[in-house]
């Protein structure tokens, strides 16, 4: 009995050690690509800097299909030259792995860093104006994995320099060539500590079916603006806002706003499930936390602002707590679909460059409840005003921003140390001193 225990005892550290993680160190792209096709493995690239290119021009992709990997990438500088390649060039499809470390960078050969001449690069389609299809640099398709600590400097799209004003689905009037960030379609993904420079027009990071439950924490994702005044300097007639008449949507373009040049920092769609943000910054996209059509959302301890459409929405019964935005270029939240039962607590940062005819927030749906919290400081003086449309819903207002209810709502109690002004009916005010 005895001899018997300690066989099977023996046999127990056999199958502990034939589950145990190997060790593998490469020190080339094409060996990492062969590393992460296997599965229970620490993989190590050696530190250094290294070249799309280096890879066959028909396999230009690093395919983790493995599974239960560490993929270490520590001080590693990965160059994506700008028409290298047309498809996502980081694809994880396997399970349980963590990516970590590594910087990777979409750059143009000619040297080009920041444009500015969107004429010149919206001609050149090859080797600036080229995109991923509208794929992203990183296609997370596979369950339970983790991001951790990596940079993308993403580059490269058709058209640049116009944001969405010329359509951004079939409906597209010049055609499309996006290049998005990155892109979670698998279960309980992780993006930790991450920074997404979002130079091409696209989204930063989004969810598409069959994501769910997926986490964002401890992460940047930033883009830029273009004051729509600009495009009326282009005029070379195979500029597109020469094409197009310097109109949009049968309207003059507008002189007064701020495009935003890329998609959404942090989105989800349809079917593409529950998200948790965490103590995330995003900056200057189109949407900041735009995430009204998951099925759950919370947001905690994040920061949007300077965005171009909106810096917050969520869905039916989505939370934010702990969060701060402005309204710079946009409203800081457009409550989009009149989704209810939000509980929200933000704080309202002053906005004193403001453009645009916008209000501070636009409260649709019904049933929420609301406080907006005041920076430390003076008074702000760009007194936009919160508008609530519809009904029921309970708001305690600690800035100096007047809040108007429309004629549309009702029921509606509202606290509020900004001026109260009220056309709806049964709505129950009470002004703080």
């Given at each position: 009995?005895?001899?018997?225990?300690?066989?099977?005892l023996?046999?127990?550290?056999?199958?502990?050690?034939?589950s145990?993680?190997?060790?593998?160190?490469?020190?080339?792209?094409?060996?990492?690509?062969?590393?992460?096709?296997?599965?229970?493995?620490?993989?190590?690239?050696?530190?250094?800097k290294y070249?799309?290119?280096?890879?066959?021009?028909?396999?230009?992709?690093?395919?983790?299909?493995?599974?239960?990997?560490?993929?270490?990438?520590?001080?590693?500088?990965?160059?994506?030259?700008?028409?290298?390649t047309?498809?996502?060039?980081?694809?994880?499809?396997?399970?349980?792995?963590?990516?970590?470390?590594?910087a990777?960078?979409?750059?143009?050969?000619?040297?080009?860093?920041?444009?500015?001449?969107?004429?010149?690069?919206?001609q050149?389609r090859?080797?600036?104006?080229?995109?991923?299809?509208?794929q992203?640099?990183?296609?997370?398709?596979?369950?339970?994995?983790?991001?951790?600590?990596?940079k993308?400097?993403?580059?490269?799209?058709?058209?640049?320099?116009?944001?969405?004003?010329?359509?951004?689905?079939?409906d597209?009037?010049?055609?499309?060539?996006?290049?998005?960030?990155i892109?979670?379609?698998?279960?309980?993904?992780?993006?930790?500590?991450?920074?997404?420079?979002?130079?091409a027009?696209g989204?930063?990071?989004?969810?598409?079916e069959?994501?769910?439950?997926?986490?964002?924490?401890?992460?940047?994702?930033?883009?830029?603006?273009?004051?729509?005044?600009?495009?009326?300097?282009?005029?070379?007639?195979?500029?597109?806002?020469?094409?197009?008449?310097y109109k949009?949507?049968?309207?003059?373009?507008?002189?007064?706003?701020?495009?935003?040049?890329?998609?959404?920092?942090?989105?989800v769609?349809?079917?593409?499930?529950?998200?948790?943000?965490e103590?995330c910054?995003?900056?200057?996209m189109?949407?900041?936390?735009?995430?009204?059509?998951?099925?759950s959302a919370?947001?905690?301890?994040?920061?949007?602002i300077?965005?171009?459409?909106?810096?917050?929405?969520?869905?039916?019964?989505?939370?934010?707590?702990?969060?701060?935005?402005?309204?710079?270029y946009?409203?800081?939240?457009?409550?989009?679909?009149?989704?209810?039962?939000?509980n929200?607590?933000?704080?309202?940062?002053?906005?004193?460059?403001?453009v645009?005819?916008?209000?501070?927030?636009?409260?649709?749906?019904?049933?929420?409840?609301?406080?907006?919290?005041?920076?430390?400081g003076?008074?702000?003086?760009?007194?936009?005003?919160i508008?609530?449309?519809?009904?029921?819903?309970?708001?305690?207002?600690?800035?100096?921003?007047?809040?108007?209810?429309e004629?549309?709502?009702?029921?509606?109690?509202?606290?509020?140390?900004?001026?109260?002004?009220?056309?709806?009916?049964?709505n129950?005010?009470?002004?703080?001193?």
């Open positions: 009995m005895k001899t018997f225990k300690i066989a099977l023996f046999i127990g550290f056999i199958g502990l050690e034939l145990a993680q190997t060790t593998m160190q490469v020190s080339s792209l094409s060996e990492l690509c062969e590393a992460v096709k296997n599965s229970n493995q620490n993989i190590i690239l050696k530190p250094g070249d799309l290119t280096e890879l066959p021009k028909d396999q230009r992709k690093i395919l983790c299909s493995g599974s239960n990997n560490m993929i270490d990438l520590s001080g590693v500088y990965v160059n994506a030259p700008v028409g290298s047309k498809q996502s060039y980081i694809v994880i499809t396997g399970n349980h792995n963590t990516f970590k470390g590594g990777f960078e979409d750059t143009y050969v000619s040297g080009l860093d920041e444009v500015t001449d969107f004429s010149a690069y919206n050149e090859s080797t600036l104006a080229s995109g991923l299809k509208g992203a640099v990183l296609d997370v398709r596979g369950d339970d994995n983790l991001i951790l600590n990596i993308l400097t993403v580059r490269g799209s058709f058209p640049y320099g116009y944001g969405s004003i010329y359509g951004i689905g079939r597209n009037v010049f055609g499309l060539d996006k290049r998005c960030g892109l979670l379609k698998g279960k309980r993904n992780v993006i930790d500590s991450c920074e997404v420079q979002q130079r027009f989204h930063g990071i989004y969810m598409q069959p994501a769910d439950a997926s986490v964002i924490k401890n992460t940047l994702v930033e883009g830029r603006m273009r004051p729509s005044a600009d495009l009326y300097m282009e005029t070379n007639p195979v500029d597109l806002p020469v094409r197009s008449n949009t949507n049968n309207e003059p373009i507008p002189k007064n706003v701020m495009y935003p040049l890329s998609e959404d920092g942090i989105r769609y349809t079917h593409g499930g529950s998200v948790t943000v103590n910054t995003v900056k200057k189109r949407g900041g936390i735009r995430v009204y059509l998951a099925s919370t947001v905690t301890n994040s920061t949007a300077d965005c171009g459409a909106t810096n917050y929405n969520l869905p039916q019964g989505g939370k934010i707590t702990n969060s701060s935005g402005n309204f710079t946009a409203p800081l939240s457009d409550f989009r679909l009149s989704k209810s039962n939000q929200i607590e933000l704080t309202i940062l002053p906005s004193p460059n403001a645009g005819d916008h209000n501070v927030a636009d409260i649709l749906g019904n049933n929420h409840t609301i406080v907006f919290h005041r920076t430390e003076p008074m702000d003086t760009n007194l936009r005003p508008v609530v449309k519809n009904n029921n819903s309970t708001i305690k207002n600690e800035t100096e921003y007047p809040i108007v209810l004629a549309s709502s009702r029921g509606n109690t509202v606290v509020s140390l900004g001026k109260v002004t009220d056309h709806g009916t049964n129950k005010v009470t002004q703080i001193k």
